[in-house]
């Protein structure tokens, strides 16, 4: 039996396709009626966390954070059995979590932080990424149960707090697109241009593409022979923030990277590309 701790749009989802594999599912959530309504697939809801977990072979949890997760298991503690496995889907902290597995582990209990680069849908149809790290032995044990409720199943080695890492620069990364996006969306308000013909600069050039290309260069590439030096690369957004500015708009990502692209300038790399700022900082 699995008990399922956190049953929101990921975690339900999840629990839909637990029941559609045919497997008894246990489940809880802090709003009750999110729990209750996996009744209809054939889960059983439970009042509390220790209720859930009680005769669990596997634990999985979804949750909101570090602080949600530990107090989470200090209530499903009493009901947690010697042979149980906790899996952790929630995007946490490196250092809290290795803490966390370094824990749990002393007390017994095998701790497998798994979080994911997966919506509901993904959830519900077993696509998507699932990150995992730490002990070996433990993540080939858990694969045959990990694999079908994702698309990809990767392994991150042996430090336990790898995959928190890499999921947070994964969002990182997300978060930074989409401010990216906001500010050209802002601009193009300033400047009365529709949004309908931001969105086909998409289309003029593979931006797709950019990302690993200039995550490779970035970080072993010769930046000594520019392609764009970043002394006009900081020109450029110059003007961007100028002629926003002059048309009564704001943006507000691009201030900070012109602020790194200054220091960068300032420390004498203004003739180099102005992919450097992605180095350590001088």
């Known amino acids: 039996?699995?008990?399922?701790l956190g049953t929101g749009l990921l975690g339900g989802n999840f629990v839909r396709a637990f029941r559609g594999r045919g497997e008894d599912v246990h489940v809880?959530?802090?709003?009750?009626?999110?729990?209750?309504?996996?009744?209809?697939v054939g889960a059983r809801a439970f009042a509390t966390p220790a209720e859930a977990v009680r005769?669990?072979?596997?634990?999985?949890?979804?949750?909101?954070?570090?602080?949600?997760?530990?107090a989470l298991l200090a209530d499903?503690?009493?009901?947690?059995?010697?042979?149980?496995?906790?899996?952790?889907?929630?995007?946490?902290a490196?250092?809290?979590?290795?803490?966390?597995?370094?824990?749990?582990?002393a007390r017994g209990i095998r701790f497998?932080?798994?979080?994911?680069?997966?919506?509901?849908?993904?959830?519900?149809?077993?696509?998507?990424?699932?990150?995992?790290?730490?002990?070996?032995?433990?993540?080939?044990?858990?694969?045959?149960?990990?694999?079908p409720m994702t698309g990809k199943l990767v392994y991150l080695g042996s430090d336990p707090s790898r995959a928190a890492a890499i999921k947070l620069m994964g969002n990182l990364f997300l978060l930074i697109v989409?401010?990216?996006?906001?500010?050209?969306?802002?601009?193009?308000?300033?400047?009365?241009?529709?949004?309908e013909e931001v969105e086909q600069i998409f289309t003029l050039f593979n931006a797709a593409g950019f990302g690993p290309a200039r995550a490779k260069r970035m970080s072993s590439g010769d930046l000594s022979k520019p392609s764009w030096t970043l002394a006009m690369g900081r020109k450029d957004a110059r003007l961007m923030m100028e002629s926003t500015a002059e048309a009564g708009g704001?943006?507000?990502?691009?201030?900070?990277?012109?602020?790194?692209?200054?220091?960068?300038?300032?420390?004498?790399?203004?003739a180099e590309d102005y992919m450097i700022i992605g180095r350590e900082r001088p």
Request: hydrophobic letters at 45%.
């Open 55 to 70: 005769g669990a072979t596997r634990i999985h949890i979804t949750v909101s954070d570090d602080a949600a997760v530990d």
């Open 250 to 270: 704001a943006l507000a990502v691009l201030p900070a990277v012109a602020a790194e692209m200054d220091r960068w300038i300032a420390a004498g790399h203004g």
């Open 112 to 147: 497998q932080h798994a979080p994911v680069f997966m919506g509901p849908s993904n959830a519900l149809e077993g696509t998507g990424t699932m990150l995992g790290s730490g002990d070996a032995t433990l993540f080939e044990q858990l694969r045959s149960v990990l694999e």
């Open 1 to 4: 039996m699995i008990a399922y």
């Open 178 to 195: 989409t401010g990216g996006v906001a500010d050209m969306f802002a601009m193009g308000r300033a400047l009365n241009v529709p949004e």
């Open 94 to 105: 490196p250092v809290p979590t290795a803490k966390r597995v370094r824990e749990w582990t």
């Open 76 to 92: 499903a503690a009493p009901g947690i059995g010697p042979d149980c496995i906790i899996i952790d889907h929630t995007t946490t």
């Open 28 to 40: 809880w959530n802090r709003s009750p009626e999110k729990a209750k309504a996996l009744e209809e």
